[in-house]
């Protein structure tokens, strides 16, 4: 049985014991630092490196139509299909006041949700949505205009770095 070099990481405490977690010397190479390099943008849409206001792309309205509490029909949204697709809705009014989801998809009025509201949905009940982003440098420029703010790279495909040139 050799020696083992590191430093402690978690500590547990429990009732008759305590447990201690070893972390060896390359532990620390596993941390990230810096940025990844990546054709994706790393900024969460709305936050300080994005630079979007999301007050200007917020919309409200009410639920005219219910299919399920992760299904339901606003009839006056226009929006394009997929345009809320990866945003989020907000209730507030009806159970789910306060309560936030992330939207799946959107298509004439319809609302998917990625998981179920936890109260019934019902028609009626007022909320705010936001367009969600799918970090991409197209949708950057095309939805939001800021490319300045892009924290994407741009990385040459595999027919690039397979030719050698």
């Known amino acids: 049985l050799g020696l083992r070099k590191g430093w402690l990481g ?17 532990q620390p190479l596993q941390q990230t630092i810096g940025r990844i ?6 900024a969460d849409l709305g936050d300080a490196r994005c630079g979007i206001s ?7 309205g009410a639920i005219t139509a219910v299919t ?7 009839s006056s949204r226009a929006e394009a299909p997929d345009y809320f697709m990866g945003g989020k ?5 009806g159970l789910n006041n306060g309560i936030s989801m992330e939207v799946k998809s959107f298509s004439a009025g319809v ?13 009626g009940d007022a909320y705010s949505m936001t367009p969600g982003c799918d970090k ?25 770095m397979v030719s050698g040139t």
């Open 54 to 60: 999301l007050a200007g792309y917020t919309v409200t």
């Open 89 to 93: 809705i907000t209730f507030t009014s």
């Open 37 to 42: 390099y990546m054709p994706a943008c790393d």
């Open 111 to 123: 609302i998917g949700l990625q998981q179920s509201m936890p109260y019934a949905v019902g028609a």
């Open 136 to 160: 991409a440098k197209a949708t950057c420029i095309a939805k939001y205009n800021n490319v300045l703010n892009f924290r994407g790279f741009e990385v040459p495909g595999l027919d690039a």
């Open 68 to 74: 399920s509490q992760r299904q339901f029909t606003d």
């Open 10 to 26: 978690e500590l547990k405490t429990g009732r008759n014991q305590f447990t201690a977690e070893l972390r060896g010397m390359t």
